[in-house]
């Protein structure tokens, strides 16, 4: 099995939309095994949104294959963030919406938090007052590859049953970041991994 994550490492890599989408039902297949055999394991979590995430290969210079199962639709209540990481993820099953954001310092309307794991300890540290606009929209079906880079500031909403499959970089940035108007949203676990 390992050469099968080999090969979908190496189509991400090479933005091969192709290969990736033509190996569609087989990683669906080792995605669902993989959610059902390693439930309660360090790899494997529910985020508070619903979505439940499993690692399914770790490569040897931090780069992940991450497998996503959208159960239930509470994404409205998800922050904008960006990632500590590059990604590239294609949807297996179900869609997804993906709002873009631009940050700026004009007409300060949100606070911008970093996030960082130190093992087990999370540390949120608040940067300062931003702009944040929405900018556009990306709608994701079934075999669409969609790619994310660490610093871009986003929000996901997917239909409940929904699967993803992401390649993630190994990380650029030791922190995420996320956006609030108000107090730490609760749901912080999915920003830090």
């Known amino acids: 099995m390992k050469t099968i994550f080999l090969d979908i490492r190496e189509a991400f890599l090479q933005k091969d939309a192709a290969f990736i989408s033509s190996r569609r039902k087989i990683i669906e297949n080792i995605c669902n095994k993989v959610r059902r055999e390693f439930q309660g394991t360090y790899r494997s979590y529910y985020t508070q949104l619903g979505c439940h995430k499993s690692t399914i290969c770790e490569f040897e210079n931090g780069e992940r294959l991450v497998a996503n199962h959208w159960q239930k ?15 590239s993820s294609i949807v297996l099953k179900g869609s997804a919406l993906y709002s873009h954001f631009e940050i700026s310092c004009s007409n300060p309307n949100s606070l911008l938090y ?3 794991r130190q093992a087990d300890l ?3 540290s608040k940067c300062r007052t931003v702009s944040a606009t929405e900018v556009g929209q990306t709608v994701l079906e079934s075999s ?9 500031f986003h ?5 409940p049953g929904t699967t993803t ?3 993630r970089s190994r990380p650029i ?7 609030t108007t108000r107090e730490l949203p609760k749901n912080l676990d999915v920003f830090v991994d």
């Open 114 to 116: 970093r996030c960082d």
């Open 144 to 152: 669409s590859v969609f790619d994310l880079s660490y610093k871009k």
């Open 173 to 179: 940035r030791c922190f995420s970041e996320v956006l």
């Open 73 to 87: 639709a509470e994404n409205s209540r998800m922050n904008a963030h960006s990632h500590k990481y590059d990604f």
């Open 165 to 167: 499959l992401t390649f």
């Open 122 to 124: 999370l540390r949120f």
């Open 155 to 159: 929000t996901v909403a997917a239909e």
